[in-house]
């Protein structure tokens, strides 16, 4: 990431690629909506809040980062399974994700 990319807030109105759509259907409220965009052009959530100004507390931020992972990472084996049925279900947004639990 670029200093230019930061300094035009690309990220505050960007959209997402056309294959990574599905994933607005996972992430549909403002805050969960500005992480995708700001996670996805800077691959952090370091300076989330002070960069997006939504206030988020840094659990919150963990919980969306490993929703996130964990989605793009079923979707991928799926693709590289040649498992339609799997992407198709993950791409409609019914795809339920599990946290995992803490010791």
Same mark, same amino acid.
């Given at each position: 990431?670029?200093?230019? %990319? #930061?300094?035009?807030?690309? #990220?505050?109105?960007? %959209?997402?690629?056309?294959?990574? $759509? +599905?994933?607005?259907? +996972?992430?549909?409220?403002?805050?969960?909506?500005?992480?995708?965009?700001?996670?996805?052009? #800077?691959?952090?959530?370091?300076?989330?809040? %002070?960069?997006?100004?939504?206030?988020?507390? /840094?659990?919150?931020?963990?919980?969306?980062? *490993?929703?996130? $992972?964990? =989605? /793009?990472?079923?979707?991928? *084996?799926?693709?590289?399974? #040649?498992? =339609?049925?799997?992407?198709?279900? =993950?791409?409609?947004?019914?795809? $339920?994700?599990?946290?995992?639990?803490?010791?």
């Amino acid at each position: 990431m670029s200093e230019l %990319d #930061f300094l035009s807030g690309r #990220f505050f109105d960007m %959209d997402l690629p056309r294959e990574m $759509k +599905y994933l607005e259907k +996972y992430f549909y409220l403002d805050v969960q909506r500005a992480f995708l965009s700001y996670y996805y052009i #800077f691959e952090s959530t370091t300076h989330f809040t %002070d960069h997006t100004g939504h206030v988020c507390s /840094r659990r919150h931020l963990r919980t969306m980062k *490993e929703k996130y $992972k964990k =989605i /793009r990472i079923a979707h991928k *084996e799926a693709k590289s399974n #040649f498992d =339609i049925e799997k992407v198709a279900y =993950i791409e409609s947004g019914k795809y $339920k994700w599990r946290k995992d639990s803490r010791k």
